[in-house]
């Protein structure tokens, strides 16, 4: 394995330096893909039910006697709207780099 010095008299390890770099990202990329996921959508505009923090984490009480009513649960939501707009980024490359790459 090629061993290289750096600042410090520090010996570092190309190959274990870029895949510990690659890890971090598809860990990272795991946990983002966890929190928030891709959804595809059919439409670039839509609707969705966009639900508010009174509809969160209720406990309702289903204790009843024998023949009595159930509690009914209810799904109150509002409509949103979304609106997919086209993106784009462009990152210049300079001449001399694409030279010294080859």
Do not use: H, W
Request: hydrophobic letters at 40%.
């Amino acid at each position: 394995m090629p061993i290289s010095a750096t600042r410090g008299g520090i010996a570092a390890n190309p190959l274990l330096t870029n895949f510990a770099a690659g890890l971090a990202q598809d860990l990272t990329s795991a946990a983002a893909n966890f929190i928030c996921p891709i959804i595809t959508v059919d439409a670039s505009v839509g609707r969705y039910k966009k639900y508010d923090d009174k509809n969160q984490f209720q406990i309702p009480l289903t204790t009843r006697a024998i023949g009595g009513a159930a509690t009914r649960i209810n799904f109150d939501a509002t409509d949103g709207t979304y609106n997919c707009l086209p993106q784009s980024l462009e990152a210049p490359i300079d001449d001399a780099e694409i030279k010294a790459i080859g």
